[in-house]
């Protein structure tokens, strides 16, 4: 057995880990970040060309999130000599009386933080986006400083960011073992022992293993989206085209421009069952596939006749609020959690490895954390 002693262990090298790795060395510690699999692996969460960021959220702690990840991805951005994050704005569509509702507690959170948002009519729509053809009467609200993240680019970014300071990426390091009864925390992988003054996991949909504390607070569920590729490419890059998010009564789905080599992506927002990350199941159903472009027939039209390029899956690890998970574990204090990230968490993760890490060393942070206590009480109810 071989030991590797640090100051920080971090198990999971998918964008919450990473960030948090990254974080650490920037404070100038010394890190030890193990995965269980190759970087940029498509079986957890943080796969893929790009994810939504925005303002848009009807709780004002998220906004204030928003307002603090984005130093830090300017800051790797930097780092990285590279662009990460594509400010197409970000338009939220209603649907109904429930999507009205949400436009304006969304507009209501977003004011309190003095982040403007407007409301669109269909005219208005019909202008900033002539690819649109929305039913009548439809309201929409825009947020002109959300966007798409490059997603595998930014986690590539991390990565080298971790390398770059006294960091050690360990990969096709499954841990089989988190061992809390010592005076340091320990992580068992392979052949070696990871012993940290402090430890944070963050193990995506393979929480609840790493974490059976919370595993009745967490349910993995196996997402699938479609990429589309129109005829008029142009028209849906992020300069002509919003990320956009449709809120259905019967079921809210989004949309994102062309980012990378990813073609037009639309996808459901939850509604999937439970599903087992062990088990890989990673080409969607055609029929999946095919219902996601039928969302778009009375809507995008140049892209409800595009022919679907493929389509991924993706896991989501939800928790029965769709709040996040971030805190100490509830075993001691010197061990953080990040799990639970609903669906949405990609976005704030640059801020949520600076909280984990002053967490782990500091004992607190300035950033508000009561919603992701790992022990309240929401959690105990079932996903639903
Ligand atoms: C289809 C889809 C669309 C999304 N869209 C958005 C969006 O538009 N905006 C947004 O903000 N968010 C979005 N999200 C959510 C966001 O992508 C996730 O919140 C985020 O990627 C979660 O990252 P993670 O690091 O927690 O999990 P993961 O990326 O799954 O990383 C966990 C890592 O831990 C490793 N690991 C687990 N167990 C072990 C072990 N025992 N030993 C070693 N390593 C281990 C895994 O291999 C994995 O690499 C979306 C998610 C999906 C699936």
Redesign the pocket.
């Known amino acids: 057995m071989q030991y590797e002693r640090v100051d920080l262990v971090v198990?999971?090298?998918?964008?919450?880990?990473?960030m948090t790795a990254w974080r650490a060395v920037q404070r100038g510690l010394k890190v030890a970040l193990?995965?269980?699999?190759r970087p940029g692996?498509a079986?957890?969460?943080?796969?893929?060309c790009?994810?939504?960021?925005?303002y848009n959220y009807p709780e004002a702690d998220y906004v204030r999130w928003m307002g603090g990840a984005f130093p830090l991805w300017h800051a790797l951005e930097e780092e990285a000599g590279e662009r990460l994050l594509f400010g197409c704005g970000c338009l939220d569509l209603a649907l109904g009386p429930e999507g009205d509702a949400m436009l304006e507690a969304c507009h209501g959170a977003m004011l309190s933080q003095d982040i403007q948002s407007d409301f669109l009519r269909h005219e208005q729509i019909r202008q900033k986006l002539p690819q649109f053809t929305p039913p009548p009467g439809v309201r929409a609200l825009y947020q002109a400083q959300g966007g798409?993240?490059a997603?595998d680019r930014a986690l590539e970014a991390a990565w080298q960011g971790v390398r770059r300071g006294e960091g050690r990426l360990f990969v096709d390091?499954?841990?089989?073992r988190v061992d809390l009864e010592y005076d340091q925390p320990t992580v068992l992988?392979r052949d070696t022992a990871f012993r940290g003054q402090r430890l944070v996991l963050?193990?995506?949909?393979?929480?609840p293993?790493?974490i059976p504390e919370l595993a009745r607070a967490l349910t993995p569920t196996r997402?699938?989206?479609a990429l589309l590729r129109p005829e008029d490419e142009a028209m849906y890059r992020p300069d002509r085209f919003p990320?956009l998010i449709v809120h259905d009564v019967e079921q809210p789905y989004?949309m994102?421009p062309i980012i990378g080599s990813e073609a037009v992506k639309i996808?459901r927002h939850g509604g999937a069952p439970p599903a087992d990350?062990e088990v890989v199941q990673a080409t969607p159903e055609p029929r999946e596939l095919e219902k996601l472009r039928g969302y778009l027939k009375h809507w995008l039209p140049g892209a409800y006749n595009a022919p679907i390029e493929g389509g991924?899956?993706?896991?989501?690890?939800e928790t029965s609020d769709t709040d996040f998970i971030i805190g100490a574990h509830p075993a001691r204090p010197d061990v953080v959690v990040?799990?639970g990230?609903?669906?949405?968490?990609?976005?704030?993760?640059p801020l949520v490895g600076q909280v984990a890490v002053e967490l782990a060393c500091d004992g607190g942070t300035s950033w508000p954390v009561e919603r992701f206590s790992p022990t309240r009480e929401a959690l105990l109810k079932p996903v639903g």
């Not at 193990?34 to 699999?37: C, G, H, R």
């Not at 963050?202 to 929480?207: L, M």
């Open positions: 198990v999971g090298g998918g964008i919450m880990g990473s193990v995965e269980q699999f692996h079986r957890g969460s943080s796969h893929g790009g994810r939504i960021y925005r798409v993240v997603a390091h499954r841990v089989e992988a963050a193990g995506g949909p393979w929480a293993r790493l997402q699938q989206f990320a989004y994102l996808a990350p991924k899956t993706c896991f989501y690890t990040l799990a990230f609903s669906g949405h968490g990609f976005k704030f993760a």
